[in-house]
């Protein structure tokens, strides 16, 4: 298996990861006319629960956990 994971979140603009939460590799306005923007992060695996946990709280939504 792979030892990191790609997952995107929704998030609003002023929106930075909290604590224990890997550094963004990208961010994107959200064009769906809900504004805020797009995240990605690559996670590494073992850490994956923690961090899905501290999303939702951070004021994010995780989007989709890209399971290639």
């Known amino acids: 298996g792979n030892s990191n994971i790609l997952i995107s979140l929704t998030a ?12 963004a590799l990208f961010e994107t306005r959200n064009l769906s006319g809900t504004g805020g923007k797009r ?5 590494p695996v ?3 629960l923690d961090v899905v946990r ?5 004021g994010a939504q995780v989007e989709h956990v890209y399971d290639y």
């Open 12 to 23: 609003p603009d002023d929106w930075a990861p909290p604590e224990g939460v890997p550094p």
């Open 39 to 43: 995240v990605g992060l690559s996670v």
């Open 46 to 48: 073992p850490l994956l």
């Open 54 to 58: 501290k999303i939702g709280p951070s």
